[in-house]
């Protein structure tokens, strides 16, 4: 979740609500801690007895998907591709995506393993960056050894045709998240309802073609391009939930793989969503336990930092703060963005402190710069559509209560597992209001795919140390690590995770389940 050395500097996060409510989203980690101890690598022990070896073709692709191919150019140390797949593998006539990849060579050419396939989360989040700045992401060891491959998913990124629904998220901020009477639940729906009539109107051609499933086939079409018999993979957060899907549907293609920051499998999107709600409430509390025991802390509050939050709140309903006339107020939806924002990582709360002390001055500029990275909001103003294809492809996978009224049933249950952030996680109403019926699904299990190891992270908000050891147990074959941190994903955080998944990935080296780091 970390990027650059030798400081930690928090990416944006990965984590999205319907607009309205958080859901399984998401950042990846990278080596900035272990580049600030003394660089990247992860040490030899993890280079030893590299093997190479491949079984026959999976048995699940298709003699059509066989002549696939990517069509790769230069761009600086890098290759650079498109690579054409169809909207509908059942139909390919109705139309392709243009999938933008990327590979970064190994750089042992003479000692290369394969490639790797790797996903940062979302859904919604293009891959070719991790590609493209690898060396930030993945260990040394690691980059010597494998092709690391990153694609831009149909739908997002540099994919043509990719997910366009809106230019300003400010605009569709702006209805109270609380409603406090019927006219303000409606205005609040209405919101939500031109949101989604302006994914249909602009991108509605390619909604019904954007599932997990679907890109999971994508994958494997990738693999027959590349002329991998197996193939290996690294997905951080929603990239797990893809990478357990494709390792379901073509086990015989898996040569290892590793989900990092994983959700809990098989379940509802309500479940998942009770999950992530008290995974965030959770990390809150911390938050402010940690303010009110530290004096030096700016929102401190006499050691009544929670008091003070919950005041702030209130008083944010009711009068919003103005930072600049072009742009939303600090209402208490801006202020709960902000909040998960920061949840992602304790690297982001000493931000948070200062920005909630300001607000309580008067001062709403810290929590909107928060929300601001939490929506991928460009210096130029714009705003990037990662929001809108991760509801594109969420609503798709699990659009959930087909109704206003069984999402507003279920809106008890989140405030009971969060009181204080349970606000923020009802009152969503987009993917009830999409307009495409739900995708087939994968029940993911794993079955015949070998070891596959998956990373849980104690602090992880987004995807709860729980949630990642249920997909551990579901998997058949599934090993699990614990790493101890306050952050979303546990890849990079010491040597010891790094060490173990590299020397799984590159020497099928399976480590003990249930190592702790």
Not at 66 to 82: F, H, M, N, P, V
């Amino acid at each position: 979740m970390c990027q650059g050395t030798p400081s930690v500097t928090v990416m944006s996060p990965r984590a999205v609500c319907s607009l309205r409510r958080v859901a399984t989203i998401f950042i990846v980690s990278t080596l900035a801690i272990l580049s600030s101890c003394g660089g990247g690598s992860t040490g030899s022990d993890t280079t030893s007895d590299v093997s190479t070896s491949t079984t026959n073709m999976a048995t699940s692709t298709t003699t059509s998907e066989s002549t696939y191919a990517i069509a790769w150019q230069d761009c600086d140390e890098l290759k650079c591709g498109r690579m054409d797949v169809p909207f509908d593998y059942d139909d390919p006539s109705i139309g392709t995506f243009s999938l933008n990849l990327v590979m970064r060579p190994a750089t042992k050419q003479s000692e290369r393993i394969g490639s790797m396939l790797v996903n940062p989360g979302g859904p919604g989040f293009g891959g070719s960056e991790i590609a493209r700045n690898a060396a930030y992401y993945l260990s040394d060891s690691l980059l010597d050894y494998f092709d690391i491959v990153g694609w831009d998913p149909r739908g997002t990124g540099d994919t043509e045709p990719s997910v366009d629904c809106v230019d300003n998220f400010d605009l569709y901020m702006t209805e109270d998240i609380t409603p406090d009477d019927d006219a303000e639940k409606k205005a609040l729906i209405a919101e939500q309802q031109r949101f989604v009539d302006e994914c249909e109107k602009q991108s509605g051609s390619i909604l019904p073609f954007l599932s997990t499933a679907t890109t999971a086939r994508d994958m494997n079409s990738i693999r027959l391009a590349l002329g991998e018999q197996k193939i290996s993979y690294f997905g951080f957060s929603y990239g797990s939930e893809l990478g357990a899907t494709w390792a379901t549907m073509f086990p015989e293609t898996v040569r290892a793989a590793v989900l990092d920051g994983a959700a809990e499998p098989n379940i509802s999107s309500i479940e998942g969503g009770l999950r992530q709600a008290a995974g965030f409430e959770q990390q809150l509390t911390r938050f402010l336990t940690q303010c009110s025991k530290t004096v030096k802390c700016p929102f401190h509050n006499g050691g009544e930092a929670a008091k003070a939050f919950d005041k702030l709140i209130i008083d944010l309903d009711a009068r919003p703060l103005l930072v600049a006339a072009d742009r939303v107020k600090v209402n208490q939806s801006v202020a709960y963005t902000a909040v998960s924002q920061a949840m992602y990582s304790s690297a982001m709360w000493p931000d948070l402190e200062t920005a909630l002390a300001n607000a309580q001055k008067g001062d709403g500029a810290g929590l909107l710069k928060l929300y601001d990275a939490y929506y991928q909001r460009k210096d130029d103003g714009s705003f990037s559509n990662e929001l809108e294809a991760f509801l594109a492809i969420s609503c798709l996978d699990d659009p959930g209560p087909r109704s206003v009224k069984e999402v507003d049933a279920s809106n008890d249950r989140f405030l009971k597992v969060a009181p204080r952030i349970g606000p923020s996680f009802i009152n969503g109403y987009q993917c009830t209001l999409w307009p495409v019926d739900k995708a087939e699904t994968v029940e993911i299990t794993g079955k015949g795919a070998g070891p596959i190891v998956v990373i849980g992270t104690t602090g992880d908000a987004a995807t709860p140390l729980e949630s990642s050891r249920k997909m551990a147990t579901t998997l058949e074959e599934g090993v699990f690590i614990k790493v101890t941190a306050e952050r979303h994903t546990g890849y990079g955080v010491n040597y010891c995770v790094v060490n173990a998944a590299d020397n799984y990935l590159i020497n099928l080296k399976v480590p003990k389940d249930s190592l702790g780091c």
